[in-house]
């Protein structure tokens, strides 16, 4: 009987012996150099002995704090921009920061920024040049993007990386007061009679020109080009981008800009300006202008937050009353302008015009300076 008890008082002093041994081996792990507390796949009970190490500071994004800055691109119009910029702070607190710039000067800074990224979103004014930054590898996909199903078609790539937001389609605008009878198709405005008073846009400032340019090639091959010798044989101007062509033909300086950008003209003639818009029988280019996010984005939240505002019904309404075509088809241009579905195109692929591009702009520009 002595023994037995004697044998239970050894049994209980091994196993407290062994407890504290392993609890001092528990603590030990879980106060590593690596910083870790016990594997997941430890035991419960294992887990439960190091409940009074310190915890670890939080590192999943989930606690790191919520960014209110986004950083966005934009070609224009400056108006809509500014009110779609204003509208979207309010209702979401966070701040933008954003740069105004035509096609190319946006182009010239994400080049400058190459090696040190800085825009979060970018909208151009032209869907090849959005494609050949998607090509690039600069931009990334959106696939929850709220309403891309309800954008046109052909206003959204496959991979749901450029969304048409908006669009304006090419034209020929002309001053009322100089213009008694408009010319009906491209080539007339290398007759007699137009000799040095018309202007087109600078395809290197802007993209919408050279989508119209590009177009008007991709339908009529090689033999496009002389149509664009025969207009600087008739003294068409080259004048900077969409709005350094314009200008003069509200002043009466000029009578006409060929591949005017149509929501510049409507937006001049609601102001009473003497300014009328016309888009050729043989067809035109309607250019989607793309919003895309950059794949360096530093805010990537809040440039997801941005592209579905801009394609909500609020925004769209604010792109419809500023003469661009919405990019949703349910919803309609402004009343006083053309609807996409009177508008007749040019036969274009927009593959075609992003691969090309650089080369048109060289040569078209080989052939006005």
């Given at each position: 009987m002595k023994a037995s008890k004697k044998m239970g008082r050894v049994s209980k002093s091994v196993l407290m012996t062994m407890t504290m041994s392993l609890a001092l081996l528990v603590t030990a792990c879980g106060s590593s150099t690596t910083g870790s507390t016990t594997s997941s796949n430890a035991p419960k009970e294992a887990q439960t002995t190091t409940q009074t190490a310190p915890a670890p500071a939080p590192t999943t994004e989930a606690a790191k704090p919520k960014s209110d800055k986004l950083t966005v691109y934009v070609a224009g119009p400056g108006k809509m921009a500014a009110k779609i910029k204003e509208d979207f702070e309010a209702k979401t607190g966070v701040k933008v920061e954003q740069f105004d710039g035509t096609t190319g000067k946006i182009l010239a800074r994400l080049e400058a920024e190459k090696s040190n990224p800085v825009a979060d979103v970018v909208i151009l004014a032209s869907w090849p040049s959005g494609l050949a930054l998607k090509e690039q590898g600069l931009t990334q996909s959106y696939e929850g993007a709220q309403n891309a199903g309800k954008l046109y078609d052909t206003w959204v790539d496959k991979e749901k990386h450029l969304f048409g937001y908006s669009a304006s389609a090419l034209g020929i605008t002309y001053n009322t007061k100089l213009v008694s009878k408009p010319p009906v198709e491209w080539a007339d405005l290398a007759k007699p009679?137009?000799?040095?008073?018309?202007?087109?846009?600078?395809?290197?400032?802007?993209?919408?020109?050279?989508?119209?340019?590009?177009?008007?090639?991709?339908?009529?091959?090689?033999?496009?080009?002389?149509?664009?010798?025969?207009?600087?044989?008739?003294?068409?101007?080259?004048?900077?981008?969409?709005?350094?062509?314009?200008?003069?033909?509200?002043?009466?300086?000029?009578?006409?800009?060929?591949?005017?950008?149509?929501?510049?003209?409507?937006?001049?003639?609601?102001?009473?300006?003497?300014?009328?818009?016309?888009?050729?029988?043989?067809?035109?280019?309607?250019?989607?202008?793309?919003?895309?996010?950059?794949?360096?984005?530093?805010?990537?939240?809040?440039?997801?937050l941005f592209m579905d505002y801009l394609l909500s019904d609020e925004a769209q309404k604010v792109v419809a009353a500023n003469y661009l075509l919405p990019g949703r088809a349910d919803i309609p241009a402004h009343e006083s302008r053309s609807q996409v579905k009177d508008i007749k195109l040019l036969k274009y692929d927009w593959n075609w015009m992003t691969e090309k591009g650089p080369a048109i702009t060289s040569e078209f520009l080989g052939i006005y300076k």
């Open positions: 009679e137009w000799k040095g008073v018309v202007n087109i846009p600078d395809p290197s400032l802007s993209g919408s020109a050279l989508d119209f340019i590009s177009g008007y090639l991709n339908e009529n091959g090689d033999g496009g080009w002389t149509l664009f010798k025969s207009l600087k044989a008739n003294n068409v101007a080259m004048a900077g981008a969409n709005k350094e062509a314009l200008d003069p033909v509200i002043t009466g300086a000029k009578s006409v800009v060929m591949a005017g950008v149509d929501y510049m003209a409507y937006e001049a003639m609601a102001k009473g300006e003497h300014i009328n818009i016309m888009y050729p029988e043989s067809g035109t280019v309607i250019n989607p202008r793309p919003a895309m996010i950059m794949k360096d984005a530093k805010n990537l939240e809040n440039a997801k």
